[in-house]
C-alpha cells in the first residue's frame, strides 16, 4: 500500500487564534491519554502534527499575512479516506478545530471533507523511508521481534547448543501460524535502474542531439536545451552575486524556548520550517525544479531508508505554501537536532543548499553564501547553516507517532527478521539481527 502525505492549510480566524491554541496544547502535552482524541485509533496514520504558521514568520516585520493552521498526516492509502474516518472518529474534534478557520462549512460531514481536501496542498517533494510498509506491518513486526526476543530469552541455555538451522526451526514453531510479509513495491527493487535510465537516455538525446545524431528537430531541441542552460547559468550567479547571506545568531526567544523543550526527549523527534522564498519568478521556478528533482530521487532511488546517506528521517516533505511566498519543510526524524543537521551537513550538503539557497529569514537575511546553486558554500558552513536552520523553526502544538520507539533502521531490521521466518539460507545473518 502507497504511502501519501496530506498537508492541509486554512486560515485562521484573527478572534479565534488563542481559543484554538488553548484547545491543541492540552492534546499535545499528553497525546497518549488525552480525552479528547486518540490518533492511535487510525491505523493508517504513521505520524500527525497541528502547528500555527504566523503570518509575519519568519521575518521580524508584520507583513499583514493571516496566521495559517497547518495539518500534517503521513497516512497508508487514500487521503480522502483518512479525512473521513477522521470526521466520522472524532467530529468533535475536527470541528472545534475548523470552526475557528475561515471559510469553515459546519459540521455536516461531507461538506467539511470537502472542505479539508480543497485546502490539502500535499507535497512538492516528498520522501518515505521504507515505502509499501504500513504502519499496521510496522507494529506488527516489532511484536514478532519482541515474541522471538522473549522466547530466546527464556530458553537461552537450550539454544545455545544448536545450530542456527534448528533455532530458525524452533522460532519459527514457537510462533506458529505467522503472515507472510507484503512483497515490497516494485520501484523498491526497480527504482534505481529505471532512474539511471533515465539519466542515461537523457544524456544520449542532448549530446546525439547536438551532433544531429537524431535528426533536425532533436538537434534544435538539443541546442535550445544547451542555451536555455547558459542562460540559467548567468541569471543563478547575477541573482547569487546580489544575495546577502543572514548573520544572526539564533536567540533564546520563548518560541525556541518552547521548540528545545520537547526536543531529544524520545528516540523520534519532529522537524517544522517555514522559510521566506526569495523574490522574483527566477528563485520560485528554480525552488520548484529542484523540489522536482528531490521527488523524484525519493520515489525511484531513496527508497531504502537512506536518503543521500542521511538514514535516519522516517517521513519528509517540502510544501510551497499558498501565495508561492514561503516553503514548508517537515521531518520525522531520528536522534538530536544537532545530529540530524549535522548528518545534512555531511551527506546531503548538495541538495540541502540547493532547496534552501532559494530561500531567506527575510529581507537581506539570505541563506549562506552559495555558488552554483549548491556546488560550493551553503550549508558548508556549519554555523551560519545551523543558526539560519533554527530561526526558521516553529514549535508544534500537537505532534504523534504511532511508533516512536522505532528508529528508521529498527524498521529495517525487523523487517528482515519477518521476512527470514519464510527463508533457510544465510541464518546466521538472519539470527544477528535478532
Known amino acids: 500500500m502507497q504511502q501519501n502525505p496530506m498537508t492541509v492549510i486554512t ?20 497525546i497518549k491519554n488525552n480525552p479528547v482524541i486518540k490518533f492511535s485509533n487510525y491505523q493508517q496514520l504513521h505520524y500527525c502534527t497541528f502547528f500555527v504558521i504566523p503570518g509575519k514568520h519568519p521575518s521580524e516585520v508584520d507583513t499583514g ?27 468533535e474534534f475536527v470541528n472545534t478545530v475548523y470552526g475557528c478557520c475561515k471559510d469553515y462549512p459546519g459540521n455536516n460531514a461531507s461538506q467539511l471533507a470537502d472542505y479539508l481536501l480543497k485546502n490539502d496542498h500535499g507535497a512538492n517533494a516528498f520522501y518515505v523511508a521504507h515505502p509499501g510498509q504500513t504502519r499496521n506491518t510496522i507494529v ?7 515474541r522471538i526476543e522473549a522466547y530466546i530469552d527464556a530458553n537461552r541455555a537450550e539454544l545455545a547448543a544448536k545450530q542456527p538451522a534448528e533455532i530458525h526451526a ?32 537523457l544524456g544520449i538525446l542532448l549530446v546525439g542531439g547536438f551532433f544531429g545524431v537524431f535528426g533536425p528537430l532533436v538537434e534544435f531541441l538539443a541546442v535550445l536545451a544547451l542555451i536555455a542552460g547558459v542562460a540559467f547559468a548567468v541569471l543563478l550567479r547575477w541573482n547569487e552575486m546580489r544575495d546577502k547571506q543572514d548573520d544572526k545568531p539564533w536567540t533564546v526567544s520563548e518560541q525556541m524556548q518552547a ?16 522559510i521566506e522564498i526569495k523574490p522574483g519568478w527566477f528563485r520560485l521556478t528554480t525552488l520548484k ?13 531513496a527508497t531504502k531508508g537512506d536518503l543521500s546517506g542521511i538514514v535516519t528521517i522516517h517521513f519528509a516533505r517540502w510544501v510551497i505554501l499558498p501565495g508561492n511566498k514561503r516553503l514548508l519543510f517537515m521531518s520525522n526524524y531520528d536522534g538530536s537536532w544537532e545530529n540530524y543537521l549535522g548528518e545534512f551537513i555531511d551527506h546531503a550538503s548538495v541538495g540541502l543548499t540547493a532547496v534552501w539557497s532559494n530561500t ?56 528482515a527478521i519477518h521476512e527470514g521466518l519464510f527463508s533457510t539460507t544465510n541464518l546466521a545473518a538472519w539470527l544477528r539481527c535478532l
Request: net charge negative; hydrophobic share 40%.
Open 11 to 30: 486560515e485562521i480566524l484573527p478572534d479565534q487564534l488563542q481559543k484554538l491554541e488553548a484547545y491543541l496544547a492540552p492534546i499535545g502535552t499528553d
Open 65 to 91: 499575512e493571516p496566521a495559517l493552521l497547518a495539518f500534517e498526516a503521513n497516512i497508508d492509502g487514500e487521503v480522502k479516506q483518512f479525512i473521513n474516518d477522521l470526521i466520522a472518529g472524532n467530529p
Open 140 to 146: 506488527e513486526q516489532r511484536q514478532i521481534r519482541e
Open 170 to 201: 524452533d522460532i519459527v514453531k514457537h510462533l506458529g501460524a505467522i503472515n507472510k510479509p507484503t512483497p515490497q513495491p516494485f520501484l523498491n527493487s526497480a527504482g534505481q535502474m529505471i532512474f539511471n535510465g533515465l539519466l542515461a537516455a
Open 259 to 274: 521548540i528545545q523543550r520537547v526536543e531529544d526527549r524520545q528516540l523520534q523527534n519532529h522537524l517544522t520550517s517555514v
Open 289 to 301: 525544479i529542484v523540489l522536482a528533482g528531490i521527488n523524484l530521487v525519493a520515489k525511484l532511488v
Open 360 to 415: 531567506q529569514l527575510g529581507k537581506d537575511r539570505g541563506f549562506p553564501d552559495t555558488q552554483w546553486l549548491a556546488l560550493r558554500g551553503g550549508s558548508r558552513d556549519e554555523q551560519r547553516f545551523k543558526n539560519f536552520a533554527r530561526n526558521s523553526q516553529l514549535a508544534e502544538l500537537v505532534w504523534y507517532s504511532a511508533y516512536i520507539d522505532l528508529s528508521v533502521k529498527n524498521v529495517a531490521n525487523n523487517r
